[in-house]
């Protein structure tokens, strides 16, 4: 069974960085794609970022584009999400998944996910 586990989640000041991490248990992390994913109060799961699974090629949603950064570890099994000059906005429920096949932008692609972590960011 594979388990997701986020962690970095925090309250921080619009402008402030974060980094989320997500370790993915067992050995066959270097096939997934991965993504993040968020989800605000009451609003749909949307797209953040997803990084191919053997990290070629990495896209992002519009609103975090030169903001955001994804990157991988596979030595590690883990993903990491840099978040830079954080807004308001961004603030959500932030969810790690690992896709069913090795890259994908839509949560159905994805097959497990992560309990997900909360990013506040104050105004």
């Known amino acids: 069974q594979v388990q997701v586990v986020e962690s970095g989640g925090g309250l921080v000041q619009a402008g402030d960085s974060l980094r989320l991490s997500c370790v993915v248990s067992g050995r066959t992390f270097g096939r997934y794609g991965m993504g993040w994913f968020r989800q605000a109060p009451g609003k749909e799961r949307t797209f953040v970022a997803a990084?191919?699974?053997?990290?070629?090629?990495?896209k992002y949603s519009d609103s975090v584009q030169g903001r955001f950064s994804i990157s991988r570890d596979n030595a590690k099994n883990t993903v990491y999400l840099q978040m830079n000059s954080l807004k308001f906005d961004d603030t959500a429920v932030y969810f790690c998944?690992?896709?069913?096949?090795?890259?994908?932008?839509?949560?159905?692609?994805?097959?497990?996910w992560g309990q997900g972590t909360q990013v506040t960011v104050s105004s």
């Open positions: 990084i191919h699974a053997r990290g070629i090629m990495a």
């Open positions: 998944a690992a896709g069913r096949t090795d890259w994908g932008l839509r949560p159905y692609e994805y097959e497990y």
